[in-house]
């Protein structure tokens, strides 16, 4: 299928990785020219200084969408618009506003509109869903998510758009861990209420966003979370989603997963061997990602990550963000 990419920056590099080999990516577009230009010399394609030059001049049948998170919507509806199916990046939208535009242009399309939530296809994530479904580790208790990571005042100054509320939407939810509030969601289900708080700790009067925020989250099942992200920390560490059952603690760290059982056993198990695209935290799931969204684009599959596959995720985050705001528990 004939591919493009609008934004070119860090992120698209895994996605033209990930296609490489795979799909003819017949364009870049980027308002810096030259960094267009030089994802079209080193992958082929035309560079162009637009996303409306590109799909007028190319009529791609994919479009992937690697820009800053004020862009994700209106240029996933003007793909759609156009006859493209779509793969964005996170977010998939700011607010609830953007995101009920979003359901509206979906709807109005017969393209797919797929999403980047990579880390459902890390070898650890699939391993432990295995394991949860043998029910060797027999009934799932409760949860807990945590990333700490490091940026620095320069992260936001120099992006142009980050640390920015209209721009960013947010800051270490949104942006830093929302792939771990994502998984929370898919081992446990549907949340139904949360309780938020967010700070900015480290970062006053440089960035508007919260360089914190920790959230206790109650789902369907009757299970509850406790969730804490920071970009405070000096380091960027594995995220940990640790996952407490009957018989069993399971603990995911990036690609690794440690079983601490009840009688004493700690056994980690042996994973499929993946290497990551882009940074070790990102996960390695982006290949296997991009190539289901290609595969279901193809066979007519519904692809998993589409809007009601991550609407718990979504509806999650805007919640916290909510609970944050009015220092009050959300019904979800």
Known sequence: MRAAIVGCGNIAAVHAASLEGRQEIVGFADIIPERAQRFAD??????????????????????????????????????????????????????????????????????????????????????VKRLLASGACG?????????????????????????????????????????????????????????ADAANHHLKGVIEVEDMLEAFIGYEGGQNAVFYATTAYCDDRPPLIELSCEKATVRIEDLEVTCFWRDGRVEK???????????????????????????????GERFLQDLDGVRNTMTLMFGAYRSAREGREIAL
């Open 139 to 195: 009934r799932l208790l409760g949860a807990r998510g945590i990333v700490t990571w490091n940026r620095q005042a320069p992260y936001y100054t120099e992006s142009g758009w980050r640390g920015s509320l209209e721009k960013e939407g947010g800051g270490a939810l949104i942006n830093q861990s929302i792939h771990t509030l994502d998984l929370l969601t898919e081992f446990l289900g549907r949340p139904v209420r949360v309780e």
């Open 42 to 127: 080193r992958c082929g394609g035309r560079a162009f200084a637009s996303l409306e030059e590109l799909m007028e001049a190319e009529k791609p049948e994919v479009l992937h969408i690697c820009t800053p998170h004020y862009l994700h919507v209106p240029m996933a509806e003007y793909g759609l618009a156009h006859g493209a199916h779509v793969f964005a990046e996170k977010p998939p939208a700011m607010n609830e506003k953007q995101w009920e535009s979003l359901e509206r242009a979906a709807g109005c399309s017969e393209k797919r509109l797929g999403f980047c939530f990579q880390n459902r296809y890390n070898p650890s994530v699939l391993a």
């Open 269 to 299: 198990p042996a994973l499929e061997s993946k290497k990551a695209l882009g940074k070790s935290y990102w996960g390695s799931g982006h290949q296997d990602c991009i190539a289901d969204f290609y595969r279901c684009c193809e066979t």
